[in-house]
């Protein structure tokens, strides 16, 4: 039987913000352990446990998370803070289901033909089990529709943006980093359609209205972490 410790971890870890409010110590362990308090009488399979019991077990689990992780990515983020951050308008977004007998590789190629490769340009190509996705300006719009036109079209998004910030290098050695920006622009009520990743740039999707607040949100967390510096 897992202990009231372990079963408040896993309760937490199901959580992301609340994990980041125990490590951060801003949160009341009373209050969370008030609601926690049912779920986790159901997972220890016991009515007996008590709350004083949970709310101990919170305090610890926040003071085990504390400082280590979040200076951990503070530090990282310190790299950030001189990093230009590129935005690019007009795009667009086209997911369609990919089929056995039809060659995607063949479309993706009349694609990398048509789009240069330039540092204005623009063009995210992510391919899953069933389905592919393609971001690239709304210029070329109907041309690729054209190419594409063998395949089902799930979905097109247009008056799309991409905000690009490069990445420090041995940013994959820290984890939680882009889960600390994800954070911030959903705190923020800013959705971000794609997130996209090569080894150097991170790379947000977002609609073209949210482009002002989504940038102003993350140069005031960069902006933060130089001030703490």
Known sequence: MSSIAEIARELVKRKP???DALTR??????????ELLP????????????????SMALRRLGEQLNAKHVVQIEKKLRDF???????????????VRLVPNINL???????????PVT?????????????ATIITHIHYKSQILEILKQFEIISIIDDLAALVIRIPENSTEVPGLFYYFTKALSMDGISIIELISTFSEMQFIVDEDDVPNAS??????????EIDQ
Do not use: C, P, W
Request: proline letters at 0%.
């Open 105 to 115: 590789a063949s479309s993706l190629s009349k694609i990398y033909e048509l789009i």
């Open 25 to 34: 110590g801003i949160i009341n362990y009373n209050a969370l352990a008030e």
């Open 39 to 54: 779920q986790i009488q159901e997972m220890a399979g016991s009515k007996e446990v008590k709350l004083t019991t949970v």
């Open 119 to 131: 540092s204005k340009s623009f063009l995210s190509v992510t391919q899953g089990s069933m389905e």
């Open 17 to 19: 913000f609340l994990e």
């Open 81 to 95: 803070v001189s990093s230009d951050m590129i935005i690019k308008y007009d795009l667009f977004e086209i997911t």
């Open 216 to 225: 102003k949100t993350i140069r005031r967390l960069l902006k933060k972490v």
